[in-house]
């Protein structure tokens, strides 16, 4: 059973810094690449990609993100404890939100992992809140 679970969320004032981290379990590697990633739902909005990646054991082919955080987020994974992290710098308050984590689950294309879509992600964690005062 797929199990993940999110840390790392706090308050901080524009223009500080997070680290979110993501413990993953149960996932099998394979011999295929697996599509990872973060994911954020502000209150009263809809769920949105932040950054996803695309990995084969410790080797990440490529990562992709949302236009709104690029410069200012980077998405990694440490294999050897099946952990996934999201370096957030120069937050803004429009950050705030529930940051999730989520695996793909079916074997997502390149195209698809790279889309940032919440609907093609079978597995979650909880969520983590981030919130960034002005």
């Known amino acids: 059973q797929v199990q993940l679970v999110e840390s790392g969320g706090g308050s901080v004032q524009a223009g500080g810094s997070l680290k979110l981290s993501c413990a993953v379990s149960?996932?099998?590697?394979?011999?295929?690449?697996?599509?990872m990633g973060w994911f954020r739902q502000a209150p009263g909005k809809q769920r949105e990609g932040v950054a996803t990646?695309?990995?084969?054991?410790?080797?990440?082919?490529?990562?992709a993100y949302a236009t709104s955080v690029k410069g200012r987020f980077t998405i990694s994974q440490d294999n050897t404890d099946n952990t996934m992290y999201l370096q957030m710098n120069n937050l803004k308050p429009d950050d705030t939100g529930t940051y999730f984590c989520?695996?793909?689950?079916?074997?997502?294309?390149?195209?698809?992992?790279?889309?940032?879509?919440?609907?093609?992600?079978?597995?979650w964690g909880q969520g983590t809140q981030v919130t960034v005062t002005s």
């Open positions: 990646l695309a990995k084969r054991g410790s080797y990440i082919f490529y990562s």
């Open positions: 149960g996932y099998t590697d394979s011999h295929h690449y697996h599509c």
């Open positions: 989520a695996v793909e689950g079916v074997s997502l294309t390149r195209e698809q992992c790279a889309n940032l879509d919440p609907a093609d992600f079978g597995y």
